[in-house]
């Protein structure tokens, strides 16, 4: 049974830093690929980041480009995303993803086969 269990959420003002961790258990969390999206109340899934099974690639939205930085330990079965120079658009819920299927590099986060329940981000002007 595939789990993700996020970690590190919380209520920041802008211009703050947080970080994000997900632990994985239940595959071969070094074959797979991994990455976050968020959702805020009333609207779309949103892409943040996306990281290769390697950890050697990854992949940001514009927004948070230069900002975000999403890394993963696969000795430790963990993901993270460090967030500095939060802003009030950056506040949703952030979810953890996995795709344990072939070719996931093709895909983003949003996409993939299993989701944490998410942590809460919450950036105050």
């Known amino acids: 049974q595939v789990q993700l269990v996020e970690s590190g959420g919380g209520s920041v003002q802008a211009g703050g830093s947080l970080r994000l961790s997900c632990l994985a258990s239940g595959l071969t969390y070094r074959y797979t690929c991994m990455g976050w999206f968020r959702q805020a109340p009333g609207k779309e899934r949103e892409r943040v980041a996306r990281?290769?099974?390697?950890?050697?690639?990854?992949y940001y939205r514009d927004s948070v480009e230069g900002r975000f930085t999403i890394s993963r330990d696969n000795a430790k079965n963990t993901l993270y995303l460090q967030m500095n120079s939060l802003k009030p658009e950056d506040t949703a819920m952030y979810f953890c993803?996995?795709?344990?299927?072939?070719?996931?590099?093709?895909?983003?986060?949003?996409?993939?086969?299993?989701w944490g329940q998410g942590t809460q981000v919450t950036v105050s002007s």
């Open positions: 993803a996995a795709d344990s299927r072939g070719n996931c590099a093709l895909r983003w986060p949003e996409e993939y086969n299993f």
């Open positions: 990281i290769s099974p390697d950890g050697d690639r990854t």
